[in-house]
């Protein structure tokens, strides 16, 4: 998905957000947003969002010396959800349809997103799970998601951001473990997850978990690593988590489910949802072979 | 007041809002952009909001041939608020308080705001004139508000957008108005209100209407005309309606009432209120004088 006009002030909020972060110098913060709006002058309009937030967030780093300002929010974030995961273990256990709730739980983590929601604290996570669990959905791909899970060899599940990551767990915990791969950012932008997160999460005690080699905000083939980009290429199936990775993915040619909440404008016009739809959908690609096999 | 790093999104949201008002060319609407982003980088931190606004909104002008994207809504706006006015007249007439019910409207109105509330539609505005008439209001300025209106020789109201000088009208018929000389801009900039709102809303029957010169959409003074200089010199009192003009006048040293709803963080921090408050309050310049008729 290209970038928009509309996602400008969106990022220069995140530099804002982020530079707070690192420093309390408002020099600093006017040095690098000027920097930032330098870039964005002759920003290619063709590449996704996640492509141009991964030049401004490697600029800030640069400019700062910080490349890990969400660091503390992470951890938080990850100790939070982990408090609440035996809850909702239970809730998914207790559920008359347990795959429908873990997968509404995934998307409700998918709210701690520091790049969308920027204020988003620790108090507001218990309200927003409990809207996703009660909130309209759409599950005309659940039954495909079950059967895709099953039918599948190799599965590549690419995670989002940290404490998501609990979520994430819940989810994988209803699904055939040992054929899935999870993958996890190469290095830190804003609060994607990183090894160490999938590690908190006690997803590395269960499945193999991997590092894509990229500090970009969701899965820029180019910029991976050429062992996660073999990875990638051998799976049959992939679940991509996450705004940033549908923005990046979802003209990738490969059998994907996209698990996301979408969070704004931009990428609810994309997906041709209102905002704050929670989304379990199919790649282009993978509704092409699914026909085919009907056939 | 000086204008601050968060206001750079909100810019380049009004950015986006005015372009498209004057083209669906998304070409034209990039080019733009690019050109404001190019502006942006090198601004001086030390203007007004209004200054780099107005600097922007001239920008725009000259790239797309069209000074005046806000015509057709600013026409709407003054029907609406004409078509409530007869029923908003009424309620102040019958209300226990007319004085403080005229200031309370006369802050609603201030809500027709295309730089900030860009998404505002016509079916909002009921719904924020009845919020406003039950919203908390701190009325400590009210008394001494009265008390300047009476004492002073000559009173400039300050304008702000059109539909809201419907609304203005309404407080100045509680107000002696053979001493009121009512300024608008001098040319189009958002839906500020110019000559021809004025004389929509019914104000020029009423009392003096001048042009102040100037595009911004506030008041600065360098950038106003002689003549207007002189009649803001001139005055004893001020009434600055909105927050472009207080944005622009905060620091000047003038006996000045504003009146406003605080609608974004930048200014409901340096006002220190919350975003949303109804505000009339004295400038620093009127507080210092009182305190020495004081004494």
């Known amino acids: 998905m290209q970038i928009y006009l509309d996602c400008i002030p969106c990022i220069v909020h995140q530099v804002l957000t982020s530079v707070r972060l690192v420093t309390n110098d408002v020099q600093v913060h006017e040095q690098i947003v000027r920097e930032v709006l330098t870039l964005l002058v002759d920003m290619d309009m063709?590449?996704?969002?996640?492509?141009?937030?991964?030049?401004?967030h490697q600029l800030i780093g640069q400019l700062s010396g910080e490349y890990d300002p969400y660091k503390e929010k992470k951890q938080r974030f990850n100790e939070l959800s982990l408090k609440i995961y035996p809850e909702l273990r239970r809730?998914?256990?207790?559920?008359?349809?347990?795959?429908?709730?873990?997968?509404?739980?995934?998307?409700?983590?998918?709210?701690?997103?520091?790049?969308?929601?920027?204020?988003l604290e620790e108090t507001d996570l218990e309200e927003k799970i409990n809207d996703s669990l009660t909130s309209d959905f759409d599950k005309t791909h659940l039954r495909s998601f079950k059967d895709a899970v099953i039918r599948a060899k190799d599965i590549l599940y690419l995670g989002d951001n940290a404490g998501e990551v609990v979520f994430d767990r819940l989810l994988i915990e209803l699904l055939p473990w040992e054929k899935i791969t999870f993958a996890v950012k190469g290095r830190p932008v804003i609060n994607d997850a990183t090894i160490e997160d999938a590690e908190m999460a006690g997803l590395a005690d269960m499945v193999n978990v991997i590092e894509n080699g990229s500090d970009a905000p969701g899965t820029i083939l180019e910029s991976c690593s050429h062992y996660f980009r073999n990875q990638f290429a051998g799976a049959d199936l992939v679940i991509a988590k996450g705004q940033g990775n549908y923005e990046t993915l979802s003209a990738v040619d490969k059998n994907i489910f996209f698990i996301l909440k979408a969070k704004c404008p931009v990428i609810a016009r994309d997906l041709g949802c209102e905002v704050g739809e929670m989304i379990l959908r199919k790649s282009k690609a993978f509704e092409q072979e699914q026909v085919y096999v009907g056939i």
């Open 91 to 119: 809730r998914i256990r207790a559920s008359a349809s347990p795959l429908e709730t873990a997968i509404r739980l995934a998307i409700a983590g998918n709210i701690i997103d520091f790049g969308v929601n920027r204020s």
């Open 46 to 56: 063709r590449q996704s969002p996640p492509a141009i937030a991964q030049k401004i």
